[in-house]
C-alpha cells in the first residue's frame, strides 16, 4: 500500500489559518469517510485531532477542522497559534481492511 | 479516559523476535466493537502502520510486515502483544500501540533498538 501523500511542510504566522492538504486514493481517502489526523510534538506520542474527515475529539479546540472532496482530504488550523507548532499526520482506512498513514507534514508558526 | 503502556526489551539482537506488549486501563477493553493497533516511527521519520487485532483476535497486518509480524490479544490481562520475527537494522523504530483504527488513545511509545 503505497503512502498518502501530504506536503512536507507549511507554516503561517499567529492568527493565520492553514491547510494541509492528504491525497489518496479511491481505495483509501476517497472510498471511506474514515480519515484521520494526528499532532504530533518533538519527542512526543501522536494525539489524535480530527477523526472520520471531520469529527473532533473531547477536548481538542475547534480551530481545527477537517474536511474531504474526493481523493483528497484536509486539515485546517484557524487562528494559529505557536503551540500548534508540530508535525501533522492523516491517516485512513482502506479496501484491504488496513490503514495508512501520510508522510507527515511540518507546521512552523512564523 | 484509556490509557495504553507498552513495555518490552529495549534492545534486540539481529535475527532474533522482537516482542512489546501493551496494557490497556481506564476503560473496557473487550466490550466489543474495539480494535488495538500497532504502528511504529523509524527514528526522524513518519508513522508507519503495522496492524491490529480486534477483540476477538481477528488480525489485519501492513503488507510490508506480514510475513514476519503476529499480533494477539489477551482480553483477561486487557492486553495485546505484538511480535517482529528476523529482526534487522531497519526495525529499530519507536513502536506505539493505540485503541482503535482512528488511533484515539496512543502509549507513550517505546524505542526498540535492532543491534547486536
Known amino acids: 500500500q503505497s503512502a498518502l501523500t501530504q506536503p512536507a511542510s507549511v507554516s503561517g504566522s499567529p492568527g493565520q489559518s492553514i491547510t494541509i492538504s492528504c491525497t489518496g486514493t479511491?481505495?483509501?481517502?476517497?472510498?471511506?469517510?474514515?480519515v484521520s489526523w494526528h499532532q504530533q510534538h518533538p519527542g512526543k506520542a501522536p494525539k489524535l485531532m480530527i477523526y472520520?474527515?471531520?469529527n473532533r475529539p473531547s477536548g481538542v479546540s475547534n480551530r481545527f477542522s477537517g474536511s474531504k472532496s474526493g481523493n483528497t482530504a484536509s486539515l485546517t488550523i484557524s487562528g494559529l497559534q505557536a503551540e500548534d507548532e508540530a508535525d501533522y499526520y492523516c491517516?485512513?482506512?482502506?479496501?484491504?481492511?488496513?490503514?495508512?498513514f501520510g508522510g507527515g507534514t511540518k507546521l512552523t508558526v512564523l | 479516559q484509556v490509557q495504553l503502556q507498552e513495555s518490552g526489551p529495549g534492545l534486540v539482537k539481529p535475527s532474533q523476535t522482537l516482542s512489546l506488549t501493551c496494557t490497556v486501563s481506564?476503560?473496557?477493553?473487550?466490550?466489543?466493537?474495539?480494535?488495538w493497533s500497532w504502528i511504529r516511527q523509524h527514528p526522524g521519520k513518519g508513522l508507519e502502520w503495522i496492524g491490529n487485532?480486534?477483540?476477538?483476535?481477528?488480525?489485519w497486518y501492513n503488507p510490508s510486515l506480514k510475513s514476519r509480524v503476529t499480533i494477539s490479544v489477551d482480553t483477561s490481562k486487557k492486553q495485546f502483544s505484538l511480535k517482529v520475527r528476523s529482526v534487522t537494522a531497519a526495525d529499530t523504530a519507536v513502536y506505539y500501540c493505540?485503541?482503535?483504527?482512528?488511533?484515539?488513545?496512543w502509549g507513550q511509545g517505546t524505542l526498540v533498538t535492532v543491534s547486536s
Open positions: 493505540a485503541r482503535g483504527t482512528n488511533m484515539i488513545d
Open positions: 481506564g476503560g473496557s477493553f473487550s466490550s466489543g466493537g474495539y480494535y
Open positions: 487485532i480486534d477483540d476477538s483476535g481477528s488480525t
Open positions: 479511491s481505495s483509501d481517502v476517497g472510498g471511506y469517510n474514515y
Open positions: 472520520d474527515v471531520s
Open positions: 491517516s485512513s482506512y482502506t479496501t484491504s481492511s488496513t490503514v495508512v
